[in-house]
């Protein structure tokens, strides 16, 4: 099963992540996670990337793109996985159908998590990451309308979006995900 999920910041992509790679044996690639990695290991990629995420900004394209491309190449990747935070802007989208396509394969289900602003700032606000501060989150916000809602229409043009209403327990809104990923399981 090979799985993007989008929400906006704090939706609780990395949360229902874990219940969904636990599930359906996928692997889980959170671009976000990948990052912050690499700027605790003071890679040369993790100390440019870490100025952008301060700021609540993308990280530039061809970065990511190169992150993913490498990481879609291991082993683990072959039985399925969950793209958490990816792809992010139209021109992402398009990488990640082009190197699909160069492997034969195709994405099975796009979902989107949906959650209002208020309660995305009052649960990152209660959460204390480094780019958890109001102004960060705000900027982060932007990002996210300006350049990642596009993709929901990307999507939806090609008949893989699915929408999960993301307000409730952890457990209500997993069993919503499950509702929508159970057919495509094998
Ligand atoms: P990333 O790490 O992807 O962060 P994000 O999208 O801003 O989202 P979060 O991880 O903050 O939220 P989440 O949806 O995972 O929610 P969570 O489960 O943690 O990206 C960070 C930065 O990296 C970006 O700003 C950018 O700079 C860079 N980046 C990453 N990918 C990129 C890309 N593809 N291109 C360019 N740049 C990229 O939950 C949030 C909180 O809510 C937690 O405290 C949780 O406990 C709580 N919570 C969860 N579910 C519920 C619930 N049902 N009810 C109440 N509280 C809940
Ligand atoms: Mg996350």
Redesign the pocket.
């Known amino acids: 099963m090979r799985i993007v999920f989008i929400?906006?910041?704090?939706?609780?992509?990395?949360?229902?992540?874990e219940r969904i790679i636990e599930k359906y044996r996928i692997a889980h690639l959170?671009?976000?996670?990948?990052?912050?990695a690499a700027r605790d290991a003071k890679t040369p990629v993790g100390v440019e990337?870490e100025t952008?995420?301060a700021?609540?900004?993308?990280?530039?394209?061809a970065?990511?793109i190169a992150i993913?491309a490498e990481r879609l190449e291991q082993p683990d990747c072959q039985y399925g996985y969950l793209l958490?935070?990816?792809?992010?802007?139209l021109p992402?989208a398009e990488a990640l159908d082009a190197m699909l396509a160069a492997k034969g394969t195709a994405l099975d289900v796009v979902l989107e998590?949906n959650?209002p602003e208020e309660?995305?700032f009052?649960?990152?606000a209660?959460?204390g990451?480094a780019?958890?501060q109001p102004d960060?989150i705000r900027?982060?916000l932007v990002?996210?309308r300006e350049q990642t809602e596009p993709l929901l229409q990307y999507y939806r043009q090609q008949g893989l979006l699915k929408s999960v209403d993301?307000?409730?327990?952890?457990e209500?809104?997993f069993h919503r995900v499950e509702a929508v990923l159970d057919p495509y399981a094998c």
């Open positions: 929400g906006p910041p704090g939706a609780g992509k990395g949360t229902q992540a959170s671009t976000g996670d990948m990052l912050r990337a952008y995420m700021a609540g900004e993308l990280v530039p394209d970065i990511i993913i958490d935070g990816f792809p992010r802007t992402q998590l959650v309660e995305l009052q649960r990152l209660g959460r990451r780019d958890d960060v900027q982060r990002a996210y993301g307000i409730g327990t952890v209500e809104i």
